[in-house]
């Protein structure tokens, strides 16, 4: 008699749209739920992030944990008596990238609206979590947005390889009175100081 052979069949996963996180936390990344978020995850991962795709010219990367600091020392700059809530807003601006990391601009508007959606629901549920608007106000999100800008400025003429005439023609230059010298961290520095950070402002608003 023949035995018939066995049918190989192949083992497809089951798809999954979550993260799980070092906290043990599972984050849905299309979405997201604010109770599955923590600031340790997020410290830990934006730690690691290296902004300009590591193309800097520092012994360590410079982080996005470091980038949200002097993003939120800008805005308390352009911006004095800032309440701590905004600062923390300024601090927790690129929270999305614990999970989908650091994409430098022209290849963000290359993935145009998909990726900004994404985005756009991580950093919501980063808000609620921590007790902000999910929506910030106009005028804070603006100022942000320009602290952000002035702190590429920074990073590209300092660090990133940009000429003197690059950066006055792709980045908004600073206005007087402005200036950030910047040491990219080691990885655990970086870290810390994010936290440390946050503990300050999320605490002061309590």
Not at 33 to 46: H, M, R, T, V
Not at 171 to 184: D, N, R, S, T, V
């Amino acid at each position: 008699m023949v035995m018939a052979a066995k049918t190989q069949t192949s083992f497809t996963p089951p798809k999954r749209a979550w993260q799980r996180m070092l906290s043990g936390r599972r984050l849905d990344i299309l979405d997201p739920s604010p109770l599955d978020i923590e600031i340790e995850d997020i410290a830990q991962g934006l730690a690691r992030v290296a902004r300009w795709n590591g193309q800097t010219v520092s012994a360590h990367a410079f982080s996005v944990a470091e980038h949200s600091l002097v993003v939120e020392r800008i805005a308390r700059h352009l911006k004095p008596g800032l309440p701590d809530k905004w600062c923390l807003a300024a601090l927790l601006h690129d929270g999305p990238e614990y999970v989908i990391g650091d994409m430098i601009s022209p290849f963000k508007a290359a993935l145009g609206s998909a990726y900004k959606s994404i985005e756009h629901k991580l950093e919501q549920a980063i808000h609620i979590r921590f007790g902000l608007s999910a929506n910030l106000p106009v005028g804070i999100a603006r100022l942000i947005k320009k602290a952000d800008r002035l702190s590429a400025y920074f990073e590209a003429e300092q660090i990133a390889g940009f000429s003197p005439e690059e950066c006055q023609k792709y980045f908004l230059p600073p206005p007087a009175g402005l200036e950030i010298q910047l040491k990219p961290l080691p990885v655990a520095q970086a870290q810390r100081a994010f936290m440390e950070r946050f503990e300050a402002l999320y605490h002061a608003g309590k």
